[in-house]
Nanobody, 123 residues
C-alpha cells in the first residue's frame, strides 16, 4: 500500500508563487521505481495533466499551459515530490493531486493518488 499526502495549497493573487509538496509512504513505494505526476481538476472539468517526473528525475514533462511557469522536482531520499508554481494565473485555480505510477500524461496510468490540495488564484 502507498499513501500520498499533498500540502502547500492556498489562496494567492495572480502573479504569486506557491510550492506544493507530496509525501509518499508505504513499503510498495520503496520497492518500485515509480514516476510521479501532478494533475489538477477545476470545478466541472475533467482531471488534467500538469507535470511528470521520472524515477531518476532525468526526464520531466509539462502541460503546455504551465510550461515555463511550473517546475516539478523530486527527492527520492525523502520520498517527496514538489511542484513549484510561479506566475500563477486565475485559470490555475483547481484541486491539485499528486500521483505515483508510470511516466505518462494519462491519469489511469497512475496507481496511487493523494487526496488533493486546493489552489485558488484571485485576479
Amino acid at each position: 500500500q502507498v499513501t500520498l499526502v499533498e500540502s502547500g495549497g492556498g489562496l494567492v493573487q495572480a502573479g504569486d508563487s506557491l510550492r506544493l509538496s507530496c509525501a509518499a509512504s508505504g513499503r510498495a513505494f520503496n520497492n518500485y521505481a515509480m514516476a510521479w505526476g501532478w494533475f489538477r481538476q477545476a470545478p466541472a472539468k475533467e482531471r488534467e495533466f500538469v507535470a511528470a517526473i521520472s524515477w531518476t528525475g532525468a526526464r520531466t514533462n509539462y502541460a503546455d499551459s504551465v510550461q515555463g511557469r511550473f517546475t516539478i522536482s523530486r527527492d527520492n531520499a525523502k520520498n517527496m515530490v514538489y511542484l513549484q508554481m510561479n506566475s500563477l494565473k486565475p485559470e490555475d485555480t483547481a484541486v491539485y493531486y499528486c500521483a505515483a505510477g508510470a511516466y505518462q500524461q494519462l491519469p489511469y496510468k497512475y496507481d496511487y493518488w493523494g487526496q488533493g490540495t486546493q489552489v485558488t488564484v484571485s485576479s
